[in-house]
T-cell receptor, first 113, second 106 residues
Framework: DADVTQTPRNRITKTGKRIMLECSQTKGHDRMYWYRQDPGLGLRLIYYSFDVKDINKGEISDGYSVSRQAQAKFSLSLESAIPNQTALYFCATSARTGFYGYTFGSGTRLTVV | KNEVEQSPQNLTAQEGEFITINCSYSVGISALHWLQQHPGGGIVSLFM???GKKKHGRLIATINIQEKHSSLHITASHPRDSAVYIC????????FGKGTRLHILP
């Protein structure tokens, strides 16, 4: 099983619909992140969480919300999806201490029509 | 705000060639990451370094803190190395470069 699992892998949804992307991890990492990737723009941070009670906005949080249900689970919601939220979404985790690296999920390709 | 610049943006080379991808950043950092994104989209962390040099198989990463520059080298390149290579730096948060698309021809 993957260390960081994202569901769904692919999703097509209509404008105005609410959608949730889920992320779960078995790394035991405290820190979890949601990024979106658009062609030519690289990865941009949406939200991050350093533990269950800690949620922080990233550089592009408008239109998104998150929930850290447990140490291992971090969900991203689009309350009312719009076409410019079409992108590849990644969840990532990292450890709290030391010189930590990242572990990424496989990504969710979201298309809003 | 830290700016991360990668060069080249795209690189096509023949199998066996020595590959160098560069990353420059504008302000001091605590760590630099090199990531590999496969054509299917998955991202793998290759290296994290804060000084000197690290080697893993045919991949070598170096960083020069004074010059705010890092390089990723691939020796004896192979078509399976074809991917997007992403540099990311950490000051108070992680900032990603836009990636270098590498294509190795057989």
């Amino acid at each position: 099983d993957a260390d960081v699992t994202q569901t769904p892998r692919n999703r097509i949804t209509k404008t105005g619909k609410r959608i949730m992307l889920e992320c779960s991890q078995t790394k035991g990492h405290d820190r979890m992140y949601w990024y979106r990737q658009d062609p030519g723009l690289g990865l941009r941070l949406i939200y991050y969480s350093f533990d269950v009670k800690d949620i922080n906005k990233g550089e592009i949080s408008d239109g998104y919300s998150v929930s850290r249900q447990a140490q291992a689970k971090f969900s991203l919601s689009l309350e009312s999806a719009i076409p410019n939220q079409t992108a590849l979404y990644f969840c990532a985790t990292s450890a709290r201490t030391g010189f930590y690296g990242y572990t990424f999920g496989s990504g969710t390709r979201l298309t809003v029509v | 705000k830290n700016e991360v610049e990668q060069s080249p943006q795209n690189l096509t080379a023949q199998e066996g060639e020595f590959i160098t991808i560069n990353c420059s950043y504008s302000v001091g950092i605590s760590a630099l990451h090199w990531l590999q994104q496969h054509p299917g989209g998955g991202i793998v962390s290759l290296f994290m370094l804060s000084s000197g040099k690290k080697k893993h198989g045919r991949l070598i990463a170096t960083i020069n803190i004074q010059e705010k520059h890092s390089s990723l080298h691939i020796t004896a390149s192979h078509p399976r190395d074809s991917a997007v290579y992403i540099c990311a730096v950490r000051d108070d948060k992680i900032i990603f470069g836009k990636g270098t698309r590498l294509h190795i021809l057989p």
